[in-house]
Nanobody
Framework: QLQASGGGLVQAGGSLRLSCAASGSIFSINAMDWYRQAPGKQRELVATADRGGSTNYADSVKGRFTISRDNAKNTVYLQMNSLSPEDTAVYYC????????????????WGQGTLVTVSS
């Protein structure tokens, strides 16, 4: 289970920090990602971080958003700076997780989403 938090209402130019914690039985977590879905649009990948710390970002957020993770806490963060109304969306986290040692491959688990609203 992944629990996302930290969304809210912020003015343009402001900042927010999202968190997403994985809980329950966890053997290993591979990549952890943040996606977002704006009204009337498809869900898009915002940022990804692998277990070793390598990160990638959508062009639209490069230089403004930073993804990080705390492997000891099974948690991924998304620091969002210089927010604009175009960043308004529901933000979802996703983790590639093996819950048990005997599982053959990683499975995708999604958080419930947290709403970020940026006012102009």
């Amino acid at each position: 289970q992944l629990q996302a938090s930290g969304g809210g209402l912020v003015q343009a130019g402001g900042s927010l920090r999202l968190s997403c914690a994985a809980s329950g039985s966890i053997f290993s977590i591979n990549a952890m990602d943040w996606y977002r879905q704006a009204p009337g649009k498809q869900r898009e990948l915002v940022a990804t971080a692998d277990r070793g710390g390598s990160t990638n970002y959508a062009d639209s957020v490069k230089g403004r958003f930073t993804i990080s993770r705390d492997n000891a806490k099974n948690t991924v963060y998304l620091q969002m700076n210089s927010l604009s109304p175009e960043d308004t969306a529901v933000y979802y986290c996703k983790g590639q997780i093996k819950r048990y040692r005997y599982e053959f491959s990683f499975r995708d688990y999604w958080g419930q989403g947290t709403l970020v609203t940026v006012s102009s």
